[in-house]
């Protein structure tokens, strides 16, 4: 009998044509993988069917690791990490494809510290919650430091939403699956972080102010940052 831990976020997907959608989108082939919070390796009968070089299952319920090492003992493609994703560090991987249905309670976070290991990963493709999807898209008004960080890191995009009912237990929100393709390998993350903790520290004020420059005539710089577009935002990331 499959408990769910909500700590956790354990719905688990039950759908074989949602799990093989989700695994097209990423370049599985003769690639490096990490798959996050297998479960019961749903997920990954999919990704293994799509013949990666290695892959790697990182699980943080003790119950579901028992269980996955019974699963895959045969099996010499996979290697089995008991932790949490937050704490893995990722800089022994080069090219590293990322995928996952995330839980839902920490996925902003995990997201925001994988764009840590940005020159060690390829691509991510991830299911989460329609709103989180939402909030990372930079092509959608109302700027926010995830949209910058995910413009300039990687071209993104939102592909297919899914409904509660291919998952045990439901969940109580819509989920969205997303791709982030790691483009740019010359980003320097500390500079990232602390120019969007700048300029979205105060959205109230105009940017100049929150630059701690002159007074201008600029009009992008006397716009307020949730005003702006991805283009102007990157322009004034470019100019300061
Ligand atoms: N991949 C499975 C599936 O699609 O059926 C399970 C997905 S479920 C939404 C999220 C999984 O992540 C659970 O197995 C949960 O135990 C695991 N998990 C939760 N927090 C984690 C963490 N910090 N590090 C690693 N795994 C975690």
Redesign the pocket.
């Known amino acids: 009998m499959i408990k769910a831990?909500k700590s956790?976020?354990?719905?688990?997907?039950k759908d074989k044509n949602i799990s093989k959608k989700i695994t097209n989108l990423a370049k599985l082939k003769n690639n490096t993988v990490l798959e996050?919070?297998?479960?019961?390796g749903?997920?990954t009968d999919s990704i293994l069917v799509n013949k990666p070089k290695k892959l790697y299952i990182?699980?943080?319920?003790k119950n579901?690791i028992t269980f996955l090492k019974k699963k895959y003992s045969e099996n010499k493609k996979i290697v089995i990490i008991e932790g949490?994703?937050?704490k893995l560090n990722l800089n022994k991987f080069k090219d590293l494809i990322i995928i996952?249905?995330?839980?839902?309670n920490?996925s902003t976070k995990v997201i925001l510290y994988l764009f840590n290991f940005n020159h060690n990963i390829l691509e991510m493709v991830f299911m989460i919650q329609k709103e989180v999807a939402e909030k990372f898209d930079y092509n959608i008004k109302n700027m926010n430091k995830y949209k910058f960080l995910t413009r300039i890191m990687t071209s993104y995009l939102r592909h297919f939403e899914v409904s509660p009912k291919v998952f045990f237990p439901q969940p109580k929100v819509n989920s969205t699956v997303v791709k982030f393709e790691f483009k740019n390998k010359n980003v320097d993350i500390n500079r990232a972080n602390d120019f969007s903790d700048i300029i979205f520290k105060n959205v109230r004020k105009k940017i100049y102010k929150n630059l701690k420059i002159k007074k201008t005539e600029n009009i992008i710089l006397n716009k307020r940052v949730n005003e702006l577009t991805i283009d102007e935002l990157l322009w004034i990331y470019n100019f300061i």
């Open positions: 831990k956790l976020s354990q719905n688990f997907l996050i919070g297998p479960g019961y749903f997920l990182i699980e943080k319920d579901l949490d994703i937050l996952s249905n995330l839980p839902y920490i």
